[in-house]
C-alpha cells in the first residue's frame, strides 16, 4: 500500500516560515506528480501547488503565489513546500498527493495523513 508521508508542519507566527516536505513510501509512485492540497476547518480542500515528475513545471494557487515554492529532490525522493510570509489565513490541514500534474483534487491518485500548520497573527 502506498503511504505519502507529510513533515513540517507546527505553529508559527505571521511572516514567519515553514517548510513541509513529503515522502512517498514507494519509489514506484514518485514517478507521479506531486500535489499539496490544503483543508481549513469547514472549508473544502483547495489546491496550493503541484509539480511534475521532472521538476521542470510547477503550477502555484494566486492565493500563495510569491510566497510559496514548490519543489523536488528526486534523488531524495522528497517533495517540499517552502512557505514564507505565512498569514493566519493559511492556516489549515496540509496534505501531500500524488498523481496526474494539474489542480484538480481527482487527479491525485493517492494522498497523506496531513499536518497541521497554524499562523497565529
Known amino acids: 500500500q502506498v503511504q505519502l508521508v507529510e513533515s513540517g508542519g507546527g505553529l508559527v507566527q505571521a511572516g514567519g516560515s515553514l517548510r513541509l516536505s513529503c515522502v512517498p513510501s514507494s519509489r514506484t509512485f514518485s514517478s507521479g506528480a506531486m500535489g499539496w492540497f490544503r483543508q481549513a476547518p469547514g472549508k473544502e480542500r483547495k489546491f496550493v501547488a503541484a509539480?511534475?515528475?521532472?521538476?521542470?513545471?510547477?503550477i502555484t494557487d494566486d492565493t500563495v503565489k510569491g510566497r510559496f515554492t514548490i519543489s523536488r529532490d528526486t534523488a531524495k525522493n522528497t517533495v517540499y513546500l517552502q512557505m514564507n510570509n505565512l498569514k493566519p489565513e493559511d492556516t489549515a490541514l496540509y496534505y501531500c498527493a500524488t498523481g496526474r500534474f494539474g489542480i484538480r483534487p481527482n487527479l491525485f491518485d493517492y494522498w497523506g495523513q496531513g499536518t497541521q500548520v497554524t499562523v497565529s497573527s
Open positions: 509539480i511534475t515528475w521532472s521538476g521542470g513545471a510547477t
